[in-house]
């Protein structure tokens, strides 16, 4: 369990991986900005099943940040993070600095248009730009055979499926269903930023999809109807809903019915700090 | 020489190179719109010496051509491609379809954003988005050790080394000198639409840039006499230009005087044909 290698260059992490494929070995990939918690070991034990060799990177990525987001101060734990990605038996961990990602000249990036629209990013200008630019950069360095992405960051797994898709990027991506604390909260980096009566506060993202749950169980189809359900629950314990909205579950278009498989997604603020979540409907 | 064998899905083209790759072949690609003439046919015969298997594509990009361009028209030719290709000992031809390349649902585009701006950038609006994105796309399906391109297209040939380099692109770029007739007019695919009389008065483009390699020759680096002297041949042939600039070689910023690599570019109609071309200076 203790044979994790850490590689910091694009080139070193290259060269592991075109001698691990020529090896015949099949390379599974957990990308990360670190801060590891329970969640991101889900998607490592799961990398370990599925692959030969299980690489996990841990890159706080400048580019998916706004001017005023949390880049300066998202949390930070490396040597924690190696703990536990190697208990899980991860192979390597590349952690590569922000200079050797992009250089002084750098200029390349990636949009996925229509999905990257609105939720998340119309809050965040830029964010996915940055998350398909880095996720394309982070494959092409290490040349994986899957990526194990968490389905949290749902508009985030979307985006990727349609880059690879799209870009014919030979990596199969796999998405991981959220991994919640007992109490239902979903795990993430920045509940660390939570107080403890936030914390609290914070569950009520959760329990207003699994309202709106409710009632899609008991029949109901109606957009306006489930988001209400939602809302409801979600206004009486954050300080500020970003967004609660009804999506087909693939294109993440809106729909005024749910008659096919679909995704109600959340956004809220409690304090400063945002945090997301999302539940599968149909 | 006529073992060609012609691949038009990208799956078939991916299983094809897999397979190469595992043999452990070194795969050359020139990437091309089709209409050969000899510049091609020059980058195919530099990829034969360079690889152990060469690989043709043939693809008129609608991505990279503006609503007002000339897709429609632009010049095709399969079988006298596949005859060039077959006389210099290419391997595969690649000629997808449209629809295998751009599903119903499309949406991702690689913007390179500096290099492509000005210059053919500044008159072909998401040109270079197309260019990069298909190029892209290209190499993730054909997964080539190397490819060739022109440096008649010299903006093209800095997008995507720049997009190689910023994402990480496991791909040697490599650039082949301009191939040009006996008068010295640039080989281009786009030369079939010009009448006789046309053909000869094209010419002036690249006796302007001879013009002003001339001047920097003498002695002089001062940008605006060197454009100078290209401007006085080239617009007495012509019917329009569109540009004549010094810019530095590698990053194509514009310079006033020439005190590093550089390279003067020229774009400008005849009739209705717009011909480029262009003179590394210094």
Same mark, same amino acid.
């Given at each position: 369990?203790?044979?994790?290698?850490?590689?910091?260059?694009?080139?070193?992490?290259?060269?592991?991986?075109?001698?691990?494929?020529?090896?015949?070995?099949? =390379?599974?990939? $957990?990308?990360?900005?670190?801060?590891?918690?329970?969640? !991101?070991?889900?998607?490592?034990?799961?990398?370990?099943?599925?692959?030969?060799?299980?690489?996990?990177?841990?890159?706080?990525?400048?580019?998916?940040?706004?001017?005023?987001?949390?880049?300066?101060?998202?949390?930070?734990?490396?040597?924690?993070? *190696?703990?536990? @990605?190697?208990?899980?038996?991860?192979?390597?961990?590349?952690?590569?600095?922000?200079?050797?990602?992009?250089?002084?000249?750098?200029?390349?990036? =990636?949009?996925?248009?229509?999905?990257?629209?609105?939720?998340?990013?119309?809050?965040?200008?830029? !964010?996915?730009?940055?998350?398909?630019?880095?996720?394309? &950069?982070?494959?092409?360095?290490?040349?994986?055979?899957?990526? =194990?992405?968490?389905?949290?960051?749902?508009?985030? *797994?979307?985006?990727?499926?349609?880059?690879?898709?799209?870009?014919?990027?030979? $990596?199969?991506?796999?998405? !991981?269903?959220?991994?919640?604390?007992?109490?239902?909260?979903?795990?993430?980096?920045?509940?660390?930023?939570?107080?403890?009566?936030?914390?609290?506060?914070?569950?009520?993202? !959760?329990?207003?999809?699994?309202? @709106?749950?409710?009632?899609?169980?008991?029949?109901?189809?109606?957009?306006?109807? *489930?988001?209400?359900?939602?809302?409801?629950? $979600? &206004?009486?314990?954050?300080?500020?809903?970003?967004?609660?909205?009804?999506?087909?579950?693939?294109?993440?278009?809106?729909?005024?019915?749910?008659?096919?498989?679909?995704?109600?997604?959340?956004?809220?603020?409690?304090?400063?700090?945002?945090?997301?979540?999302?539940?599968?409907?149909?």
């Amino acid at each position: 369990m203790s044979n994790l290698q850490v590689i910091s260059t694009p080139a070193a992490m290259r060269a592991w991986s075109e001698a691990a494929r020529a090896r015949g070995e099949h =390379i599974a990939f $957990v990308p990360t900005m670190g801060a590891l918690h329970a969640g !991101h070991v889900a998607l490592l034990s799961d990398a370990r099943k599925r692959g030969d060799r299980v690489v996990l990177s841990i890159f706080v990525n400048p580019t998916q940040f706004g001017p005023s987001e949390d880049l300066a101060r998202y949390p930070r734990d490396l040597a924690g993070d *190696l703990a536990k @990605a190697s208990s899980v038996g991860t192979d390597v961990a590349f952690v590569p600095e922000v200079k050797d990602m992009y250089d002084p000249g750098y200029q390349t990036f =990636i949009d996925v248009r229509d999905v990257s629209q609105g939720l998340c990013g119309g809050r965040r200008a830029g !964010h996915f730009t940055g998350v398909a630019t880095v996720v394309c &950069k982070l494959f092409n360095i290490v040349r994986p055979h899957a990526a =194990i992405f968490g389905e949290k960051d749902f508009q985030q *797994l979307a985006v990727i499926r349609r880059m690879v898709a799209d870009l014919n990027l030979p $990596v199969e991506i796999i998405g !991981h269903p959220i991994v919640r604390e007992a109490d239902g909260l979903a795990m993430s980096s920045r509940n660390v930023y939570l107080s403890p009566a936030d914390r609290t506060r914070a569950l009520a993202i !959760h329990q207003g999809l699994a309202a @709106a749950g409710e009632r899609f169980a008991a029949g109901e189809r109606r957009t306006v109807a *489930l988001v209400e359900a939602a809302l409801a629950k $979600v &206004k009486a314990g954050v300080d500020r809903v970003d967004y609660i909205e009804l999506r087909d579950a693939d294109s993440l278009r809106p729909i005024e019915r749910l008659d096919r498989p679909a995704v109600m997604l959340a956004a809220a603020f409690v304090g400063a700090t945002r945090l997301i979540d999302n539940l599968r409907l149909g």
